[in-house]
């Protein structure tokens, strides 16, 4: 008591405490797992394989996406009720918190880390915040028809501030150049297919592909062509003209690029199409157990892993890219519902949401290197993503 | 002086001043530059834009490389020397040194960042060390004859705490896999050419490529093939029959791939080389202005960087892919040594030695957005690294 007093007297004791409590550590091998239930975030440390902390009271993150400083030290998360929220992973607090949206599904980091932007149900449309702050600074409404506001799914960062995001009432893809947040120049892209529903860039950011929900195909775009040009590729892609049944729609975010190929999942068929990325045609189909939901490429591209849709939930498949062949099935727990590769692919971490569980897997033995007891766990998110475009 | 008298009464002085010095900060931003004729690193800031700080007492930093800890947080340094040195960049002092070596020209960090080895040439051979405290874990003497030990190039890390290097001395490429480091296990492939002077692996560890001072050509090892198998590719990658002065000898861990190609510096020719890599056959050759040092593609492929050799050496130039054209020549300073992209390629940063200069240039407008003083610098290295394979 009496060193507290002494503390207290000196006016230090708050001092002494806000610099004594985070431990200096690098951010390099942290990561979040989101605690779908309890609107909770637990930070991961990849190195040790353990949660470090817990950060509480993010809202809904029901559909949550994460994005990281540039630093690697904040989290940018997007909760579905349009809450976008800055948690510090070092002092692991939320530093930040704006309610920007009535319903929402996710954001980007620019590539200079300087503008974080959200993708908008309610009211259709994308805002752009200042990344230190979360001030607002750009409004773009996707206002197609007047009055008409779309829903915006999509949405991936491009080099220079740029952001390229999909309007699925509006069958549109919009580019808007942020250079000058004030006055944001967007590119629109019209007629690009019926009801797109989500998309990827890949990862050398010269092609932004739209999965589409009212017809077959896909729609993608050349970034690298000036002005940008949009084609329709894999026109037997999604559920054909005898509509099979689906229990989940596939996201696009997680297709896999390995060497030349693609790897994307089949649209309720227990397949995994196989893409020539110099043609965009098909060029095989590798068999796999359910529906697939994510197909990851190790970040080597040796190996895609996949998991799946209800009934098939409970496991995971590892496809060996050479011989595109399944060579592994795995069981981690029941409900998987997501997949994160560490940076040089050495380890895999997956959620089981019903099992309460994160497992920790050597990608090369396949062996379990730890299990994390984790709430109702989904998406898995490390910072090593802030090094990369289109996460 | 009051309250200081007080913590110092109260016995906390040391304690504050310990945590109060290193600011908490996120580590995905900072890399170093090495300071080649001080013997120092300038630690910096790649969000700022600025040098932060400044750690001297390396050694011989002549032909210095650098690796990072998956965290991001440790800088592993190899002198010229011989001397290892893990400096800390958030304390930003030296933890741990060791002289583990007579001659020494660089070194690797395996994928899951536990194991360090070093490639030396006195004694000949790689040495593992743990990279939490730098103790010797496993010596590996490059013996290829009873008593004789050949010097050692070309070290990168592979999956799998496994390392591959050439021994210029024995026209050979060993791999050596230290899962268990008392027993390290090491594959030898004997004849892949003649003095084997500097090697790269492809960003996804399949191709493992050695370049040849004693021939033309160079030796390819498909690392996905069980055994791995050598072939010769380019036959005419060199200085070939009518041999030209050669003012510096390629870097190769330069070498670009972007896309479906692959950029090579020519050897003595004022040329950029173009390969397909599928079939490393040559498919083009672009002129540029000097003799090509290094050849790096901004991280999105859509660029390649390139410096010269004496006399050209002022200069540096990029190519736009997509059209194999020079589309800019810069000027950033007297004897250009390196360059390194930020991990999203929206900026690269330029050491010009005898500029004392490190210049900060925007990759899509060429603006030049910060110049920093620091003494005769020549390697850059940021600690995105940590997330790569064979950097």
Redesign the interface.
Known sequence: MR?RD??L????LP??AA??T?T???????GVVVQRARGALSIVD??ERRVIGEVAGLGDLSHASVV???????AYVFGRDGGLTMVD???QRIVQRVMQAGNSIGGAIS???TLVAAQNYTPGGIKVFDARTLALVADVPAEFAPGQCSRVVGLVDL??QRFAYSLFDADAIWITDCSDPAHPVTTRLPGIGRQPYDALVTP???HYIAGLFGEDGLAMVDL?ADPPRVQRILGGYGRGQQPLPVYKMPHLRGWAV???QAYLPAVGRHEVLVVDT?TWQEVGRIPVAGQPVFVMAR????QVWVNFAVPDYDRVQVIDT?SQRVVATLEPGQAVLHMEFT?????VWISSRDAHRVSVIDT?SLRTLAQLDVDAPSGIFF??R????GF
Chains 1, 2 share one sequence.
């Open positions: 060193r002494t503390l007297a000196a006016g230090l001092l002494l610099c004594a985070p200096l550590r690098g951010s390099g091998d942290l990849t190195s990281f400083s540039r630093d690697g030290r904040l992973l070092l002092t590539a200079d880390g080099p220079g050398d950011g010269r690298w390995a060497g030349r110099a970040p080597d591209g040796r050479p940076p040089r692919g050495e380890a090369a910072t090593s802030a090094a990369r475009m």
